[in-house]
């Protein structure tokens, strides 16, 4: 069964990195685009980015030129690189896919999610 287990929160002060990682197992993976999307508290779960199964990419405008998405297909994983992080990052961040090989992506499958949090 398709399983997405996503790792690398925590907790880290205004303009600094963190990288999530989402390791995928269950499907095929190099055919399958890969989303990630967080949820806030007390807001609707949002889409961040996704990467196509060619290595295609969107972003939402509130991270462009500050996050970046990439896959490593060798890993089945793909990452999300935070650089320049703000407290308005801080959410819950998950990875899914709908066995799509575009984005974006429509009734996926969710991991289990990892927290981020931006404070100082």
């Known amino acids: 069964q398709v399983q997405l287990v996503e790792s690398g929160g925590g907790l880290v002060q205004p303009g600094e990195s963190l990288r999530l990682s989402c390791a995928a197992s269950?499907?095929?993976?190099?055919?399958?685009?890969i989303g990630w999307f967080r949820q806030a508290p007390g807001k609707e779960r949002e889409g961040v980015s996704c990467i196509t199964s060619v290595g295609g990419t969107i972003y939402t405008n509130a991270v462009k030129g500050r996050f970046t998405i990439s896959r490593d297909n060798t890993k089945n994983t793909v990452y999300l690189q935070m650089n320049s992080l703000k407290p308005e990052d801080t959410a819950v961040y998950y990875c899914?896919?709908?066995?799509?090989?575009?984005?974006?992506?429509?009734?996926?499958?969710w991991g289990q999610g990892t927290q981020v949090t931006v404070s100082s």
């Open positions: 269950g499907f095929t993976f190099r055919r399958y685009a």
């Open positions: 899914a896919t709908d066995l799509q090989p575009a984005c974006p992506m429509n009734n996926p499958y």
